[in-house]
C-alpha cells in the first residue's frame, strides 16, 4: 500500500501528515450475520435488521397499549411473532433499562 505523498524515492519525498483515523471495524449483524462496518455510535444490527426490530417494538408495544396486562404467551399468540423473539426483545429491553 502506497503512502499519500511517497513517490518511492527518497530524494523527492514529501513531509505528509497522517489524518486523524476515527477507529471502524467490521462485524457481523446479531440478527442476520451480515458483515458491516461498526463506527463508534452505531448498533450491532445492520439496517434492515434495525428496520424489522422497529417494526417488531411498534407490534409489541401496540398489542400492549391494548392489552396491558398480558403475558408473553398471550403476545405470541396475539401477535404471532415467535417467543424466541419476544425473548430476545425482553432481554434486550432490561439490558437497555440497567445502562
Not at 497522517?18 to 439496517?47: F, H, I, T
Not at 407490534?59 to 425473548?87: N, Q, S, W, Y
Request: charged content about 30%; hydrophobic content about 25%; some cysteine.
Amino acid at each position: 500500500m502506497r503512502r499519500q505523498g511517497y513517490n518511492g524515492d527518497k530524494r523527492n519525498s514529501r513531509q505528509y501528515s497522517w489524518k486523524a483515523v476515527v477507529p471502524m471495524s467490521l462485524v457481523n449483524c446479531k440478527d442476520c450475520g451480515k458483515l458491516q462496518l461498526k463506527e463508534s455510535w452505531s448498533r450491532e444490527y445492520c439496517a434492515d435488521c434495525l428496520q424489522k426490530r422497529t417494526k417488531l417494538s411498534i407490534t409489541i408495544r401496540g398489542f400492549l397499549e391494548t392489552h396491558p396486562k398480558a403475558t408473553i404467551l398471550d403476545v405470541h399468540r396475539g401477535t404471532g411473532i415467535p417467543l424466541g423473539k419476544l425473548l430476545d426483545y425482553q432481554r434486550e429491553q432490561r439490558e437497555q433499562a440497567y445502562t
